[in-house]
């Protein structure tokens, strides 16, 4: 025997005789077996509960299929001038208000950044109390907890109703509804970065007399302060989609004029303020994309 032949013996594995080997096969097969039936199980209850959603839903295959001509219709109204002609064939007939409308833009985007900066500085405050590891008051706690919860699940149009109601129409009813909502979702991204921090820190600053809020503000605030910048930009995004929409219950901003085109079919005027939000909310996602990026990258000093 060569001695390649000799290592080649020596590396390959010992093979069980059969009669041991036999109960591991079988017992292997019934675990395979078992899997294949769970799966099964699985993806028949997926199925159950989809059509139970859908017959819920009262989802009609045969209607939704008589009626798609209308939907494409639609669509293709929309790359047309009200003459006819293809919208590209005349840009200024197309985007003939456009001065009107990128005022209405820029109030779009006012509403969402201060409806973004009064949700984040109420969120920023709620966070330490919502915290485990920085609030021992259970009841306290539990409290903020369901107050957030609140502002989050209540969604934006219904308090943009509400405000309208209460404030008239106009942008203070969007603000307040982008503040109250912006408040809750970003509370409890807050807080689960709070939870996550080192307390070294916190327990050395204790240790020196601190007050809370002193403890907070040196221990836990720059070790955060960087998270929390991230999550209140691509809230902002969030929110000047947000706010776009609001416009449709008078909320203020472009999604006013939006619904009013939509509702008297001025396809071409729909189709460019269409354009205008979109390419709006692009450049918006990419310059706060960078900005998170940097923030996350390096962090932020307080």
């Not at 009669?19 to 019934?30: F, V």
């Not at 590891?133 to 009841?139: A, D, H, I, K, P």
């Not at 902002?236 to 609001?246: D, L, P, Q, T, Y």
């Not at 354009?275 to 962090?299: K, P, Q, S």
């Amino acid at each position: 025997m060569t001695a390649v032949e000799s290592a080649a013996t020596r590396l390959t594995p010992p093979r069980l005789p059969d009669e041991q080997l036999a109960p591991l096969t079988a017992a292997y097969k019934r675990a395979h077996i078992a899997k294949q039936r769970s799966t099964l199980v699985l993806i028949a209850a997926f199925i159950a509960a989809s059509l139970v959603a859908a017959g819920v839903a009262e989802v009609s295959p045969a209607k939704f299929l008589a009626n798609i001509g209308r939907f494409t219709n639609y669509i293709v109204r929309l790359f047309h001038l009200e003459g006819g002609a293809p919208m590209w064939s005349d840009p200024g007939e197309w985007f003939w208000g456009w001065k009107k409308w990128l005022a209405l833009l820029g109030d779009t985007l006012l509403i969402a950044y201060l409806g973004t900066l009064l949700g984040a500085i109420a969120a920023f405050f709620f966070c330490f109390l919502a915290s485990a590891n920085l609030n021992s008051n259970t009841w306290m706690r539990g409290l903020v907890r369901r107050l957030l919860e609140f502002c989050r699940t209540v969604p934006e149009l219904v308090f943009a109703l509400i405000f309208v109601v209460a404030f008239g129409l106009g942008p203070l009813p969007g603000v307040l509804a982008l503040a109250i909502h912006t408040t809750g979702a970003l509370g409890k991204l807050f807080a689960e970065v709070v939870e996550n921090v080192d307390m070294k820190p916190a327990e050395g600053v204790t240790a020196t007399g601190a007050t809370w809020w002193q403890t907070v503000h040196l221990a836990i605030v720059p070790q955060v302060l960087s998270n929390f910048a991230s999550y209140g930009l691509l809230r902002f995004e969030i929110n000047v989609r947000g706010a776009s929409v609001m416009g449709f219950v008078g909320a203020g901003g472009i999604g006013q004029e939006l619904i009013e085109s939509i509702r008297k079919f001025y396809y071409s005027d729909v189709s460019a303020l269409l354009l205008l939000i979109i390419a709006t909310v692009m450049i918006i996602d990419i310059a706060t994309e960078r900005l998170r990026h940097h923030f996350i990258g390096h962090g932020v000093r307080p």
